[in-house]
């Protein structure tokens, strides 16, 4: 019989696989590993999940059986990314994370989540890491007394979410440039004739 309900199931079951706290994220984990399971862990943004995100969170997969994803807040996100971003909220990220077939458990990344809280309370097997990953040579020592091994995985798309969100803006300006010279002079004018 089919697996249908709990994180181990094919189907998206959001509740399960979502922890709400780092406490609830170690004891689900330990479970896992006390069945003999391999605990990958992995992180990021996911804000307009593109294919790189979907092909990723496979490779990432792959380092294991169950895989533990981050997912950063919108605070945390506007404080590094600008008060444009998350395009996305945070609800609806880790939502749709629940739906990628890879994903087994979620979290979502506060701001004021201590450094390395996630890494800590998980303990991964296996820290999987993007090629243009912040952590330095110390930090990723540091990192292995939290974690079994560290793997880095190059990107696996060639647009980023932020190339996307600029490449839409660059071709709206193409849409409305032509209009807005058709109609501004004419709003202007009418603006400083009130006056």
Same mark, same amino acid.
């Given at each position: 019989?089919?697996?249908?309900?709990?994180?181990?199931?094919?189907?998206?079951?959001?509740?399960?696989?979502?922890?709400?706290?780092?406490?609830?994220?170690?004891?689900?984990?330990?479970?896992?590993?006390?069945?003999?399971?391999?605990?990958?862990?992995?992180?990021?943004?996911?804000?307009?999940?593109?294919?790189?995100?979907?092909?990723?969170?496979?490779?990432?997969?792959?380092?294991?059986?169950?895989?533990?994803?981050?997912?950063?807040?919108?605070?945390?996100?506007?404080? +590094?990314? =600008?008060?444009?971003?998350?395009? &996305?909220?945070? /609800?609806?990220?880790?939502?749709? @994370?629940?739906?990628?077939?890879?994903?087994?458990?979620?979290?979502?990344?506060?701001?004021?989540?201590?450094?390395?809280?996630?890494?800590?309370?998980?303990?991964?097997?296996?820290?999987?890491?993007?090629?243009?990953?912040?952590?330095?040579?110390?930090?990723?020592?540091?990192?292995?007394?939290?974690?079994?091994?560290?793997?880095?995985?190059?990107?696996?798309?060639?647009?980023?979410?932020?190339?996307?969100?600029?490449?839409?803006?660059?071709?709206?300006?193409? +849409?409305? =440039?032509?209009?807005?010279?058709? &109609?501004?002079? /004419?709003?202007?004018?009418?603006? @400083?004739?009130?006056?």
């Amino acid at each position: 019989m089919a697996v249908t309900s709990g994180i181990l199931s094919p189907n998206a079951n959001f509740e399960d696989r979502l922890a709400t706290s780092l406490d609830e994220m170690t004891r689900t984990v330990e479970h896992l590993k006390g069945l003999g399971y391999t605990v990958v862990l992995t992180s990021g943004s996911f804000d307009l999940i593109h294919l790189g995100h979907v092909k990723y969170l496979a490779r990432a997969r792959e380092f294991g059986d169950v895989l533990a994803v981050g997912v950063d807040g919108d605070a945390k996100i506007r404080r +590094r990314k =600008g008060d444009d971003r998350p395009m &996305v909220p945070e /609800g609806e990220r880790v939502e749709m @994370l629940a739906y990628q077939r890879p994903v087994d458990l979620i979290y979502l990344k506060q701001d004021d989540d201590e450094h390395w809280s996630l890494i800590k309370a998980v303990r991964p097997d296996v820290l999987v890491l993007t090629a243009d990953h912040s952590y330095g040579a110390e930090d990723q020592e540091a990192l292995l007394e939290f974690c079994g091994r560290i793997e880095v995985v190059e990107r696996q798309a060639s647009v980023t979410t932020s190339e996307r969100i600029r490449q839409m803006y660059m071709h709206l300006g193409e +849409r409305l =440039g032509p209009k807005l010279a058709e &109609v501004l002079p /004419g709003l202007i004018d009418g603006i @400083l004739r009130r006056r």
